[in-house]
């Protein structure tokens, strides 16, 4: 089993969705987070004052599935987040070593 950890763009959380609902992924955990990677935030004006934004809004995305749906879910995150800009985001894959579903005690790939 696998989870997968992606951080997007909050515009393309629609997209997003769509793309993992497409390919068969049936529960999402949606967090709207802030950070910044490479494009280390960015300046605004307000009220005629500059100040610099360091953590930008994101939104993360965590899909816990079975190995073989690893590839599809991938590939359906990058083509419907991608902007080709900067900040588009990353995407981090791990190991489950089990999954208990609370309500029946059932136990990894059941309890996905």
């Known amino acids: 089993m696998k989870l997968v950890v992606a951080i997007i763009k909050p515009f393309k959380l629609d997209d997003v969705r ?3 609902a497409e390919v068969g992924v049936q529960g999402v955990t949606v967090t709207e987070v802030k950070g910044f990677g490479r494009q280390k935030g ?26 073989d749906q690893l590839d ?22 791990s190991t489950l070593e089990q999954v208990i579903r609370i309500r ?4 990894d790939l059941d309890a996905l």
């Open 18 to 20: 769509e793309a993992l």
């Open 42 to 67: 960015h300046t605004e004006l307000y009220r005629g004052a500059e100040y610099v934004v360091d953590f930008l809004p994101k939104i993360k995305l965590e899909v816990a599935m079975a190995d």
């Open 72 to 93: 599809r879910v991938l590939e359906a995150i990058q083509a419907s987040a991608r902007t080709g800009k900067i900040g588009d985001g990353k995407i981090f894959v």
């Open 104 to 107: 029946t005690g059932e136990l």
